[in-house]
């Protein structure tokens, strides 16, 4: 079993920066795969970024890129979701995911475990 705790979010003006952590227990961090996935009202959870267990091959939704940067630290069992040069649009409650297999899946419903959520506000 794996819990995952995230911490971060809140509300931000356009063009502005937040980074979210979500911390690991229960399992082997070091060999999760993680990622990140939003949430707006009235929309299906979508895939925003995710890195291999070995830090390689980060990857993000074309929405992001540029702009995101997703990174981990296995000795912390933390990832991190930095986002700069926010905008209205990325407003979204943001959840932290672990997927145990390696092969790549962007669909929410192939994902293992999920953390609690939180919430992004994007000010215009």
């Known amino acids: 079993q794996v819990q995952l705790v995230v911490s971060g979010g809140g509300l931000v003006q356009t063009g502005g920066s937040l980074r979210l952590s979500c911390a690991a227990s229960g399992s082997t961090f070091s060999r999760l795969n993680m990622g990140w996935f939003r949430q707006a009202p009235g929309k299906e959870r979508e895939f925003v970024a995710a890195i291999h267990w070995s830090g390689a091959n980060p990857y993000y939704t074309d929405s992001v890129k540029g702009r995101y940067t997703i990174s981990r630290d296995n000795t912390k069992n933390t990832v991190y979701l930095q986002m700069d040069s926010l905008k209205p649009e990325d407003t979204a409650v943001y959840y932290c995911?672990?997927?145990?297999?390696?092969?790549?899946?962007?669909?929410?419903?192939?994902?293992?475990?999920w953390g609690q959520g939180t919430q992004v506000t994007v000010s215009s």
């Open positions: 995911a672990a997927k145990l297999s390696s092969i790549f899946e962007t669909s929410y419903r192939v994902w293992d475990y």
